[in-house]
């Protein structure tokens, strides 16, 4: 009896001593629920121009910028409630203050802002034969704003709109890249439907 009890005794405390391995498990990403791509008209009173946009975007004119009245009547934002991110969009008239030179440079040096923590720029000029062109800046790294544009007519006399994506989260590429690819698209869209009121 005696030797059966202290053969268990050695053999738990043999058993007790051996390394424990522990794994932690991979860090997970929330699942994402992307909605069917189904698009609508931008025709609002306050804008001289329209676009399509997505059924799942909810447009909010800005009434008031840090307390103060915006510069424009059109200045909204294309808000995703399902991915907790906003397309800030705010029309400049073409003006001797505010002329396409200085528009154009401002949307350059917003742009830039973010290359403190890019990892590359990419710009892409963009042009329609309906008297709309543009340029498309898109950042990759931990940056606030991934993608950034601006649309103006052809001769660059009268309109000037210029937009920022930003998603309410920290910076984080890796998991952001899905929904981000998913967004982009929709400003595509954006693009391709864009057209000017005269």
């Keep these: 009896m005696k030797h059966t009890l202290l053969f268990t005794f050695l053999f738990f405390l043999l058993a007790g001593c051996q390394e424990v391995i522990f794994t932690p498990k991979p860090r997970g990403y929330p699942r994402v629920h992307y909605p069917d791509k189904k698009f609508q008209t931008f025709e609002e009173e306050y804008c001289n121009f329209t676009f399509e946009y997505p059924q799942y975007g909810l447009i909010q004119q800005d009434k008031d910028f840090f307390e103060e009245e915006p510069v424009h009547s059109c ?28 528009l154009q440079a401002d949307a350059f040096k917003m742009s830039d802002w973010h290359l403190k923590k890019a990892t590359y720029k990419e710009e892409t000029p963009f042009k329609k034969n309906n008297n709309v062109r543009g340029m498309l800046f898109e950042v990759e790294g931990p940056v606030a704003s991934h993608l950034q544009f601006y649309l103006t007519d052809s001769l660059g006399e009268k309109h000037f709109l210029r937009g920022a994506l930003y998603f309410n989260t920290h910076a984080r590429p890796d998991s952001l890249a899905p929904v981000y690819d998913f967004v982009k698209q929709d400003v595509q869209k954006l693009f391709e439907t864009f057209e000017w009121n005269e």
């Design 75 to 102: 200045w909204f934002d294309i808000f995703y409630p399902d991915f907790d991110s906003r397309i800030y969009c705010s029309y400049y008239p073409i003006s001797k203050e505010n002329t396409l030179e200085k």
